[in-house]
């Protein structure tokens, strides 16, 4: 389904556009240089494909290295478990990015050259 609405991803030079079209980009509220607000997703994408891709982020917190680390990570910071999730499904549209944009099959013992 992430295959079919990306269009293989070709509409999209970055992940980060993605995330946008999807409406999983945080949106930060701030009035002047006092008032802040809690930040939340945007929720201006298709709202079908976001929710699959919450539901999608409980199965890889279980089975994806990757993302249990991430989701248990966030939670031991003291984040909100659903603030954890939308981490989890940013992670795996990013995930799915790179191996369409690559053409690499996935490789759960990945590790980035960035991240030394």
């Known amino acids: 389904m992430l295959l079919v609405y990306s269009n ?18 945080p949106v930060h509220r701030q009035s002047g240089s006092s008032v802040k607000g809690r930040s939340y997703i945007s929720k201006k994408g298709n709202k079908m494909l976001r929710n699959h891709l ?7 917190c279980a089975h994806n290295p990757q993302c249990k680390a991430l989701y248990e990570r966030l939670v031991a910071k003291g984040k909100s478990k659903k603030l954890a999730l939308i981490a ?20 759960p013992a990945y590790k980035s050259r960035l991240a030394v």
């Open 8 to 25: 293989l991803y070709r509409d999209f030079d970055n992940y980060r556009q993605f995330i946008a079209y999807v409406g999983l980009c």
């Open 54 to 60: 919450f539901m999608c982020s409980f199965t890889a």
């Open 88 to 107: 989890v499904c940013n992670k795996l549209i990013k995930q799915s990015f790179g191996v369409i944009k690559n053409g690499l099959p996935y490789d």
